[in-house]
């Protein structure tokens, strides 16, 4: 069975950084974690659970254009996780960021429990 675990989510000011990991297990030579879609996600409260950005198999990136110059994913095959870098953050990225992995579109079968990030001076 495919779980996530998402991690480094907390308190940071506006301007500053934050690195989301996705730590990914239950993968086996039939069910590769390099054959997966990998994407964050996040909801603040009240409204709906937005896609923030994407990586692929072939390591093809997309993301939603609010983060656009700011967010970096990344993927680590070796290690089975996925990352997210957020830098020069805003209030409005507020939200809990969930990790979400699948074969083909999105959003993939398996979701992480989520990681509370807050922007606040």
């Known amino acids: 069975q495919v779980q996530l675990v998402e991690s480094g989510g907390g308190l940071v000011q506006p301007g500053g950084s934050l690195r989301l990991s996705c730590a990914a297990s239950g993968f086996t030579s039939r069910v590769n974690f390099v054959w997966y879609t990998l994407s964050w996600y996040r909801q603040a409260p009240g409204k709906e659970r937005e896609l923030v950005a994407t990586?692929?198999?072939?390591?093809?990136?997309n993301y939603v254009d609010s983060v656009k110059g700011r967010f970096t994913i990344g993927r680590v095959n070796d290690e089975n996780t996925v990352y997210l870098q957020m830098n020069n953050v805003l209030p409005e990225d507020t939200a809990v960021y969930y990790c979400?992995?699948?074969?083909?579109?999105?959003?993939?079968?398996?979701w992480g429990q989520g990681t509370q990030v807050t922007v606040s001076s």
């Open positions: 979400n992995a699948g074969v083909g579109g999105v959003p993939g079968s398996y």
């Open positions: 990586i692929t198999s072939g390591r093809s990136k």
